[in-house]
């Protein structure tokens, strides 16, 4: 699938209906979306023929992104009923099989690693701080391949100091600097939209018997 026809699938999911500022609900926009994928994919062979997991799925524009890229399984998990009940019609109007599962990802206890790759839009820390590190550990832990995930520019030097010291992961590497559109969602927003400088960062989990040096 090309770049852009997998950004105009993307383009025509739902998105929350009411969005809720204490769980950090932006909307991940079709072009973040899709490079994200895309790249996992045509660079890293990290997601066709494997079980990827959406964490803090939202309405699934992520875990969508991994069905349609030909993975093999996707499982989407997040805390709020509303968003997942948006992720699953968007699924079905794709045709596309995805599981869901309701779950508070601080508390995700999955003993094995049973999923090849995470991906995730998490929320960026504005509202409790150290949200975004709280995923990204978690992740960590249950991804045997790699992790894809989106953080603010400015925390660059704390998110890899942070994932190679204390999370002993592999390899932490910035793909690409992005600009993620924050639309004016919320009532404390002057502006029509904000651009945020992210970037899109690859780990590589630490293996099962393996000495982190």
């Given at each position: 699938?090309?770049l852009?026809q ?30 994200l994928l ?7 062979r ?32 997040d ?8 992720a699953s019609s ?5 045709d ?14 999955w ?12 929320p960026?820390?504005?509202?409790r ?70 970037d ?12 982190h040096?």
């Open positions: 699938m090309k852009k997998l950004e105009g699938l993307l383009g025509s999911l739902d998105q929350f209906e009411n969005p809720k500022i204490e769980l950090e609900q932006y909307p991940t926009g079709p072009h973040i979306a899709s490079r895309y790249t996992a994919e045509n660079s890293f990290d997601v066709e023929n494997k079980v990827v997991a959406d964490f803090g799925c939202g309405c699934g524009t992520l875990g969508l992104a991994a069905a349609l890229l030909g993975a093999d399984h996707v499982i989407g998990l805390i709020d009923t509303e968003s997942l009940e948006i968007n699924a079905d109007d794709l596309l099989d995805m599981d869901f599962v309701h779950c508070d990802i601080k508390n995700l206890k003993r094995d690693r049973i999923v090849d790759t995470v991906v995730m839009n998490p960026f820390g504005t509202r701080k150290g949200a975004d590190m709280d995923f990204l550990l978690v992740a960590l832990k249950v991804a045997s391949n790699a992790v894809y995930s989106l953080h603010k520019t400015t925390t660059r030097d704390h998110v890899k100091r942070t994932a190679l010291r204390d999370y002993n992961a592999v390899s932490a590497e910035v793909l690409c600097e992005l600009r993620f559109d924050v639309p004016q969602l919320y009532k404390f927003h002057k502006k029509k939209e904000v651009d945020v400088a992210v899109l960062w690859r780990f590589v989990p630490q293996k099962y018997g393996e000495k040096l």
